[in-house]
């Protein structure tokens, strides 16, 4: 497995672990996903501090995590662009409909702060 899953109280962090998310990892992460969807949890902080690229697939996988999120009224954030990831995420505009966060622990004071922890 490519993916470090830590659940918490309130919420899960995911880390990924390779320094690429794309389509040899990225169909993983929705499968892990979707159980995590069916366990009824609401707050995913998915660290791609590891990732130096992402690729069409794992874009997708970021977006199923967000919708998870959305669907069961929760929060999903993702923490940890490295600059070539941040540049893919801001030309395809998801910066302006996915909470973003330097890291994990900044991620975790943003749930606190949004009364989901």
């Known amino acids: 497995m490519e993916f ?10 995911i880390r990924v672990l390779s320094t690429k998310l794309d389509t040899n990892n990225a169909p993983e992460l929705k499968s892990e996903l979707v159980v995590l ?3 009824e949890v609401k707050n995913i902080i998915l660290d791609v501090s590891n990732c130096s690229y992402v690729d069409s697939s794992g874009l997708s996988a970021i977006l199923v995590a967000n919708r998870l999120c959305e669907d069961s009224i929760g929060t999903f954030i993702l923490s940890g ?12 505009m998801l910066h302006t409909v996915l909470l973003i966060t330097k890291n994990v622990d900044e991620a975790e004071k943003l749930l606190v702060e949004k009364g989901k922890l």
């Open 4 to 13: 470090e899953i830590t659940k918490k109280e309130d919420h899960i962090v």
């Open 81 to 92: 662009l490295q600059p070539d990831v941040e540049h893919l995420i801001r030309i395809s």
């Open 37 to 39: 969807g069916n366990d």
